[in-house]
């Protein structure tokens, strides 16, 4: 317990040698960032809304970069790095207990450059040197602590967090969790810095074990009420009782939101890796002061004349005024798609100097709110279901579409499943040898591609691999994408696409990058893209400079190339090493073009052949009511009219018909009126389509199929 504690002293000893090379402190930050690690930005505003790299730092910004509520891994990540770039004796930490630590929106103790006083820096600098050699909570002094905390960005609480990270064994930290703690014993909050030695001194006094343990109590025992209505009809925003669910909570006692991270929802993962949701309309200014939706209409119609005031009054006022903490949001993608959902766990503020991603393109999106999402992953909304145009609206209890809402991410469910090769054989008709042939190919080179006739059930056997590899049945680890003609490297890689009314353009990643992304923040878990009829889309155009990243030799940050689009030589992306990809591609295809040569030397291609000579195919089929004598005639039928089609010059194997058509997914009622139509309806016309000139050829091979 407490192992972090000699490596945090470590950082801190050295950190005052560096007040004078704070350029290096913040090229240690950029070097993390572009290894995927969340970390505080680097990224400064200048007069006249210009943007430029950060040029100073203090060190309390430093320590809270790598202590926001963005996760242990990226906490390790950048320990790890620290220490191997510093040289440190203390070994990474095993666990974090009784660290405070900052909201992702707070961990700059300064504000923008052109609002940051030339003395800013160098008194935090001046008073972590001046506190760090302290062994008594008396020898502080409270004058120097009181200028920094007349800083602008400066709070008591993200000042002594700082002054808890760097000597642990010292100071208690004024963070909310504590204070709730000292104020149910009676010890009242500190204010400035004599109060806050006061209330050092009497917690030292009154708690002997020192301040990680009281930290560490004062987490454990911070448990969260359920939100209760008051008298007015609106509720006191107190946290809330959370369950650790896949599945949003549905009780009466939360409202329920619908919110878009931006035009194709590009700020998502900004967002989802960040905690916290924003909207616009930055000119309206901080809406704490409008408690009513009169107010908040007026204020629209004074500072934005040209919008539609009552719409967007409703919706700000909305975002201000009532939402509270433990309310769930939907966060959408267009109008018929979810990208995630997540608790609300702090009440709304307004940041002018706020803005979403580092992007000078980017809008400014100053009315936050803190959310923790709890699931990042897209799911298609049923057929029919339509979601409001709107940014930000609510969806009101007992309303069909709530349920649908509800109900989109219950069937993934929160628990992972174990998935060994059993489970995969009885689910696919090849022998286990085979089985392992592929999963060896899946390891060794990383990307495989899964090329057959239609039918032999290549989608579905690439989505069972991603769970053999894997070893459980995690959908958070999977992704299937499908190309077609018009995919291109802005959708799958990175590129710039129009924002709000069109007028600004914002540089977006793609669905690749964020996947990658994503599985950097989980290095030691394998994570799997599945990319369906890989061979539709220009691979050449569509890959770009992934033809060099996926190799597996070429993996990881030490091979990072500049994308495209990317804004500086420093802005770097590389494929992790826990990245695998799987291709399907259906050679029977004569619409598509031969797979680019370069592309092929990357991956493994495996050939899928029809499995109705297998005993499980055999059984599957009786499984589901076929007869036997049915079962029988189906096997012999196929692989018969599949040794003819093999044996034509022009055809070949990669025209086969697989046993896809003939797998029912529910009990079979008429067994033979389901054969006969199967045969009339899918497998005559492909007959027909391969021997369009050679109809007889056609008709005696169609002749083979019927029914005696």
Request: proline share 6%; net charge negative; hydrophobic share 40%.
């Amino acid at each position: 317990m407490f192992s972090w504690k000699p490596l945090y002293i470590e950082i801190a000893d050295r950190l005052p040698e560096f007040e004078s090379k704070q350029a290096d402190l913040i090229g240690l930050l950029k070097d993390l960032a572009n290894e995927g690690v969340l970390v505080s930005k680097v990224l400064d505003e200048f007069e006249n809304g210009r943007k430029g790299e950060l040029r100073e730092i203090d060190p309390f910004t430093f320590f809270a970069s790598f202590n926001r509520k963005t996760g242990d891994q990226h906490r390790i990540a950048a320990l790890t790095h620290i220490k191997k770039e510093w040289r440190l004796n203390a070994d990474v930490p095993k666990d974090f207990e009784g660290i405070p630590f900052v909201q992702p929106l707070s961990s700059w103790l300064m504000p923008f450059a052109f609002k940051r006083k030339a003395e800013h820096v160098s008194t935090l600098w001046k008073y972590f040197k001046h506190f760090l050699p302290l062994k008594s909570v008396e020898d502080l002094d409270t004058e120097q602590m009181d200028k920094c905390l007349a800083l602008n960005k400066v709070g008591l609480a993200t000042l002594t967090m700082g002054m808890f990270w760097a000597r642990p064994d010292v100071w208690f930290a004024a963070d909310g969790k504590n204070i709730a703690i000292a104020e149910s014993w009676g010890i009242l909050r500190p204010e400035n810095g004599e109060t806050f030695v006061a209330w050092n001194q009497e917690l030292h006094a009154r708690f002997p074990d020192g301040p990680c343990q009281f930290s560490a109590d004062a987490h454990l025992n911070s448990l969260p009420p359920k939100p209760t209505p008051t008298g007015s009809g609106r509720r006191e925003k107190n946290r809330v009782d959370i369950r650790s669910s896949d599945q949003p909570p549905s009780d009466a006692g939360r409202r329920y939101w619908l919110i878009a991270p931006g035009e194709s929802a590009y700020q998502w993962d900004e967002w989802a890796a960040a905690s916290y949701a924003a909207i616009g309309w930055g000119d309206v200014g901080d809406l704490t002061d409008c408690p009513t939706k009169n107010e908040t209409v007026e204020r629209v119609t004074e500072t934005c004349p040209n919008a539609g005031k009552h719409a967007v009054g409703n919706m700000l006022w909305n975002f201000s005024q009532n939402v509270a903490v433990g309310d769930v949001l939907f966060a959408k993608v267009g109008n018929h798609k979810l990208c995630g959902w997540g608790i609300v766990t702090g009440a709304y503020r307004y940041d002018d100097e706020f803005n979403v991603g580092e992007d000078e393109t980017w809008e400014n999106y100053p009315h936050l709110l803190e959310v923790d999402w709890r699931v990042n992953r897209e799911v298609d909304l049923p057929d029919g279901v339509t979601l409001p145009i709107r940014t930000f609206t609510e969806r009101t209890h007992g309303s069909e579409q709530l349920q649908v809402l509800l109900d989109a991410y219950a069937e993934l469910g929160d628990q992972t499943t174990q998935y060994t090769s059993e489970m995969a054989l009885s689910d696919l008709f090849m022998e286990s040898s085979t089985l392992d042939r592929i999963m060896a190919q899946l390891r060794r080179k990383k990307n495989v591609v899964l090329q057959g006739a239609p039918g032999t059930g290549k989608t579905f056997i690439a989505m069972r691999l991603a769970y053999l590899l894997m070893k459980e049945i995690d959908a958070k680890r999977v992704r299937m994408v499908q190309f077609h003609q018009s995919t291109s490297y802005e959708d799958f890689i990175q590129g710039y696409k129009p924002m709000g009314s069109g007028e600004k353009f914002a540089l977006v990643d793609g669905a690749f990058v964020r996947f990658c992304k994503a599985a950097m923040q989980n290095p030691d878990q394998p994570y799997v893209y599945i990319i369906d009829e890989i061979n539709r889309g220009n691979l050449s155009k569509v890959f770009g400079e992934l033809m060099m990243l996926i190799e597996p030799d070429k993996r990881g940050s030490k091979h990072a190339l500049s994308l495209a689009y990317s804004r500086s030589a420093d802005e770097q992306f590389s494929v992790p090493p826990n990245v695998h990809l799987i291709g399907t591609m259906n050679t029977a295809d004569r619409s598509l073009s031969i797979v680019d040569y370069a592309l092929r030397r990357r991956f493994a291609f495996i050939s899928m052949t029809p499995g109705f000579g297998t005993s499980t195919f055999k059984e599957a089929l009786q499984g589901q009511g076929i007869p036997q004598f049915l079962a029988t005639k189906v096997c012999s039928a196929m692989s018969s009219l599949n040794q003819s089609i093999s044996a034509e010059p022009t055809l070949g194997n990669g025209y086969c018909i697989g046993h896809s058509f003939f797998t029912p997914t529910e009990p079979v009622a008429e067994p033979e009126q389901w054969y006969q139509d199967i045969v009339d309806y899918e497998i005559c016309p492909l007959l027909e389509e391969y021997f369009y000139d050679d109809p007889s050829r056609a008709a005696a091979l169609m002749e083979g199929l019927k029914l005696q």
